[in-house]
């Protein structure tokens, strides 16, 4: 984990945080992909971040929570003091133990969940096993993603299927079992995606489930407002993570490039996303925020 304290993220808070700029080492993977062996190795650790007990005795369940977003927000919820449970892909098993191991070293619990979200029965067991292990369930954040960037004529039903049952079906499905367990004050957080607000011409099924997702979320928001759930979404530009290199419609030569488009010239770095759900789960934040999709999009400005 040395290249987390890079010389660049000094603790200088006038100062930008310099980050990595495309183009990056031309590389694929076979899919659903490794933070292991991602290069660069994408920035999880925040080390300008400090915490303040936000999150103190709280316990938070983070799907997809082995690589990418999922560790950042990971990492940042154990040192605002939450206990965390994170779900992932078996495949992912040594990415799930190595975040496991930044947990501890904040001083937190993390349970392994491995199993594939797609399946139905599973989303009711990661919850059950959560709440098993820690006995309440105070966030989830639904942040596990299926990605690919095939224009529609390619997509095969599989494809349709996969990328909806990971992307909206288990949000649904792990809200509806949280919510057995879930008391007041308690939040739910899903990842979006720019792509779900603004659409985007390479990647028809993605874009809409995360369409599906931003309305999701303000539809639940709405009917939790009597319990005092609140339910709210991040939308993210371009990230650095797993996902990239192992797109299936995508080259080498693309994930080289990913991010060079965006209005700052490259991708986001997880830990630049993990303090948007740090906020949206703390109540001594965003007591009064439910229904919204905050946009992290790097200079991406549209209305949603």
């Known amino acids: ?51 303040a007990g936000k999150l103190k005795g709280q316990v938070a369940l983070i799907t997809g929570g082995d690589s990418g977003i999922g560790r950042a927000v990971a990492t940042l919820f154990a040192r605002e003091g939450a206990d965390l449970a994170i779900v992932y892909l078996p495949d992912e098993q040594s990415d799930a133990e190595d975040t496991q191991a930044i947990v501890e070293a904040e001083g937190r619990n993390c349970e392994l969940i491995p199993g594939d979200l ?19 369930l105070d966030i989830l954040v639904s942040n596990a993603g299926q990605q690919s960037s095939k224009k529609l004529e390619d997509l095969e039903d599989r494809d349709l299927e996969r990328t909806f ?66 339910v709210n979404a991040v939308a993210p530009g371009p990230v650095w993570t797993p996902l990239n290199p192992s797109d299936a419609g995508a080259t080498a030569e693309e994930a080289a490039k990913f991010g060079a488009d965006s209005p700052m010239k490259r991708p986001a770095q997880p830990e630049e996303l993990a303090p948007a759900y740090v906020f949206l789960a703390s109540n001594a934040d965003s007591s009064y925020i439910t229904g919204t999709v905050l946009q992290v999009m790097g200079g991406e400005t549209t209305g949603g």
């Not at 694929?28 to 080390?47: C, I, K, T, V």
């Not at 599973?122 to 309440?136: G, I, L, N």
Request: proline share 7%; glycine share 4%.
């Open 165 to 230: 049952q990971t992307n909206i079906f288990a949000y649904i499905r792990l809200s509806r079992a949280a919510l057995r367990h879930m008391k007041p004050g308690a939040a739910i957080i899903a990842t979006s995606s720019q792509t779900g607000i603004k659409g985007s011409k390479h990647m028809p099924d993605y874009s809409a489930t995360k369409g599906a997702v931003n309305a999701f979320t303000k539809t639940l928001a709405m009917e939790l407002i009597e319990r005092q759930i609140r």
């Open 118 to 136: 797609a399946d139905a029965a599973f989303c009711d067991q990661a919850v059950e096993r959560t709440v098993s292990a820690y006995q309440r």
């Open 1 to 51: 984990m040395a290249e987390q304290l890079d010389a660049a993220q000094d603790t200088e808070t006038s100062a930008p945080v310099q980050q990595p700029k495309p183009p990056f080492k031309k590389q694929q993977q076979q899919a659903p992909g490794l933070e292991s062996e991602l290069d660069p190795a994408p920035r999880y650790n925040a080390p300008r971040y400090k915490a």
